[in-house]
């Protein structure tokens, strides 16, 4: 068990939808991130979190955006979702988001666009 | 900018024959390089990562990866398969410097398959 906690497991939603993804880091990590894992492009770096505050963007849609809470959960929120937005969804999170550090993965948010 | 190359999307290795995933990197910095793991239906851990402190690096459940500079290769191994490393394997690369170096880069990921 890696401590970070991902809801729910599974969604199904139509097109055109808006659904949020939900994120507990690993106590004690202020790090959080998102990726997305689907069979033609792998795992695609979405965004990081450090402390509330963005750090890093990698090849998020416009129609995506994340924060994180004082807390230190985090949500993902995709709108007008499109079929090829189909994919699992991945937190991860680490102690200091530092280029070096371990990242430890939740059991990831399978999402089906129908 | 830093990227992973994996040599393989499917290997299929018996049961206490060798493990040899291939893994090659870019990167215009002195890189960190990770090796993960994911089971059916999981997300990905960690198996060991190198920083630099020394080549040969140990990880979990017996696999270990060499850092050669020269090849910019970080291939895994592992001298004898057991059913449980059954699993996809990713290579990942980071570096140093800030900005987009942050994230992590992922491999496609190798699927090990071993039969009994």
């Known amino acids: 068990d890696s401590g970070v906690t991902q809801t729910p497991k599974h969604l199904i939603t139509a097109t055109g939808q808006r659904v949020t993804l939900r994120c507990s880091p690993r106590s004690g990590d202020l790090s959080v991130y998102w990726y997305q894992q689907s069979l033609d492009q792998g795992l695609q770096f979405l965004i990081q979190y450090y402390n509330g505050e963005e750090r890093a963007k990698g090849n998020i849609l416009e129609r995506f955006s994340a924060q994180q809470f004082p807390d230190l959960h985090s949500e993902l929120n995709l709108s007008s979702l499109e079929l090829g937005d189909s994919a699992l969804y991945f937190c991860?999170?680490?102690?200091?988001?530092?280029?070096?550090?371990?990242?430890?993965f939740g059991n990831g948010t399978r999402l089906t666009v129908t | 900018a830093q990227s992973v190359t994996q040599l393989g999307s499917h290997v299929s290795v018996s049961e206490g024959a060798l493990v040899l995933l291939r893994c090659n990197y870019s990167s215009s910095v002195p890189p960190y390089l990770f090796w993960y793991v994911q089971y059916p239906n999981q997300g990905l851990q960690l198996l060991l990562k190198?920083?630099?402190?020394?080549?040969l690096v140990k990880g979990i459940n017996g696999f270990e990866a060499e850092f050669k500079k020269s090849e910019t290769s970080f291939h895994l191994t592992k001298p004898s398969a057991h059913m449980s490393d059954a699993a996809e394997y990713f290579c990942?690369?980071?570096?140093?410097?800030?900005?987009?170096?942050?994230?992590?880069?992922f491999g496609k990921g190798t699927l090990l398959t071993v039969n009994p």
């Open positions: 991860a999170s680490s102690v200091d988001g530092i280029y070096n550090s371990p990242l430890h």
């Open positions: 990942a690369v980071s570096g140093i410097g800030g900005g987009s170096n942050y994230k992590l880069t």
């Open positions: 190198y920083t630099s402190a020394a080549t």
